[in-house]
């Protein structure tokens, strides 16, 4: 008898991303649609199209037409791992801030997505990758936040496990 349970899947679906120079910004890299959808509060579906130019990111979808930082979306599995020129332009973004407590820390939808990906993750490697890329970038966050998803990586890896 067949698991009326659907293991995690990977979803594949076109990119709406679209690069506008011929000079690829260095954060261009961690440009996706779920980072875009946790910034708008809005779904995959309203998103038309995502413009990457040299500068900036143009964001068009349903009920948004923003330009957004590059500095602004947080780093993913897949691509070069951030390094210390990242980590200067993040926290140059971060001081620009209007918050002053929070002019040193990521913006907080960013523990979000780290928490919608360790969701995600479909196997034990992959969940393991995405806490060592939390764990490089631990200075994004505050403590409280750190331990909520320390916490939710403890949940998922037991999910896995059992």
Sequence with gaps: MLSPLKPKAL???ESKIVYKS???????RFV??????????????????VEC????????????SKFVSYA?????????PPNKSDFVKWRKRWRKQNEPHQ???????WAEFFAYKFLQAHSDDMLHSW?????????????EKL???????HQEQLLLIS
Excluded at 103 to 109: D, E, F, H, I, V
Aim: a negative charge.
């Design 11 to 13: 979803v594949i679906r």
């Design 22 to 28: 011929a000079i690829v910004h260095p954060l261009a």
């Design 32 to 49: 996706t649609e779920e980072a875009i959808c946790l910034i708008f509060q809005i779904t995959f579906e309203d998103i038309y199209t």
């Design 53 to 64: 130019w040299r500068y900036m990111v143009y964001v068009h979808g349903k009920g948004v």
């Design 72 to 80: 602004d979306f947080p780093p993913i599995l897949g691509v070069q």
């Design 103 to 109: 002019n040193k820390q990521a913006p907080q939808w």
């Design 131 to 143: 806490e060592e890329l939390v764990e490089l970038i631990q200075f994004a966050f505050n403590p």
């Design 147 to 153: 331990e909520e998803l320390r916490n939710s990586y």
